[in-house]
């Protein structure tokens, strides 16, 4: 794929990091035998990077370039995924009521050896997940690690109007900002709707009568015409109770799936445990459904991460999704997501197809 200069730029200052690392990583090679016994430590003196741009420029594949290339220890994690697994192993080392540094725990045992850490996604819509982050990663950047975010805002336009936002705002501001360097890829061009992902066969309805008996067939033809079951899926000591459950696929409405208090780790485990799941979003998203659409976004974002296949039927064009809300950037992201997961692309790599 060819770049556009402002890629370009942002690929630059990559490949610029990418080379200083693969450099230092190659002169350890060389010195660690001699050195092993007295424990070698390279002090790190390289800047980190939090990329933000809009929908669709090229962030993530910017990033995976970098990390595939890379030649030292690394990880690559969706934000949402790595949130999940801190809660869940906070969650298993708490059972141990002696333990102490619990978060430091949880974070080496997914981290483990890792120089290089890439974000892809990040984003802040949990008090919970707030109130972690000073503390995660201030044990990062005090242990020397690069990290690459991607987002689609600057960091301190994240978390809008959530609960305790001032204490966010210290992290953004002293940890965040101090530690990386913050890059804007600005390019007005959206390539993930030029990529021929909106050639597609259906799999987001509009609603009315005759959409509505194509869906219900379809439905009833991928379930063969199963009687559903009720599922309990168990997640830190608690259950998920999921009412119309067909083997490997599942059908919701947007009350059974919007209007409960579900987390990213709670959309996230159904996406695990389905490969198909059907959405009847019977209801329009307005200017009181605030919850409900930051549900949403988490919903998608974890479907688009499991590689789960998606079909809808909605009362409203993915184009008029959430028209009605104010406020809300990080929607867009969710629209271009949606015609990506409707794709053949996405669907001949997803669970289900698969």
């Not at 991928?222 to 000591?237: D, Q």
């Not at 271009?336 to 996405?346: F, G, L, M």
Request: net charge positive; aromatic share 12%.
């Amino acid at each position: 794929m060819k770049l556009d200069i402002n890629q370009i730029i942002i690929k630059k200052r990559l490949d610029n990091l990418l080379v200083k690392l693969n450099a230092k990583q190659r002169f350890f090679d060389r010195v660690k035998l001699a050195f092993i016994k007295k424990n070698l430590q390279l002090k790190n003196n390289l800047k980190s990077y939090y990329i933000y741009g809009g929908v669709g420029r090229g962030k993530t594949m910017l990033m995976k370039d970098f990390f595939e290339n890379l030649s030292c220890s690394k990880t690559y994690f969706h934000f949402n995924k790595f949130m999940y697994l801190i809660h869940k192993n906070l969650h298993e080392i708490r059972k141990n009521k002696n333990c102490k540094d619990d978060l430091q725990q949880a974070i080496s045992l997914i981290i483990k050896d890792s120089k290089v850490i890439c974000f892809d996604e990040f984003q802040v819509h949990d008090i919970a997940d707030a109130m972690l982050l000073a503390r995660i990663f201030s044990f990062l950047f005090i242990n020397n690690k690069i990290i690459i975010f991607t987002a689609n805002i600057h960091p301190k336009d994240l978390y809008q109007n959530g609960l305790q936002r001032e204490l966010f705002l210290d992290f953004v501001n002293n940890i965040l900002i101090k530690n990386c360097e913050i890059l804007h890829l600005d390019s007005e061009i959206d390539y993930r709707s030029r990529s021929g992902l909106n050639n597609i066969s259906k799999r987001f309805f509009v609603a009315n009568k005759k959409n509505r008996h194509a869906f219900n067939s379809l439905f009833s033809d991928l379930t063969s015409n199963a009687k559903g079951e009720i599922k309990k899926i168990k997640i830190w000591g608690r259950e998920l109770v999921i009412k119309k459950s067909y083997n490997n696929i599942a059908l919701f409405s947007f009350k059974s799936l919007l209007c409960k208090n579900f987390s990213a780790s709670d959309y996230s485990k159904i996406c695990q445990n389905y490969d198909l799941i059907f959405l009847d979003l019977n209801k329009k998203f307005n200017i009181d459904h605030k919850n409900e659409i930051k549900r949403f976004t988490l919903f998608i974002d974890e479907i688009y991460e499991n590689k789960t296949s998606l079909i809808i039927i909605s009362k409203s064009k993915i184009s008029n999704l959430g028209s009605d809300i104010n406020n809300i950037e990080f929607f867009e992201r969710t629209k271009s997501r949606i015609n990506e997961i409707k794709s053949d692309q996405y669907w001949e790599n997803s669970k289900f197809f698969g």
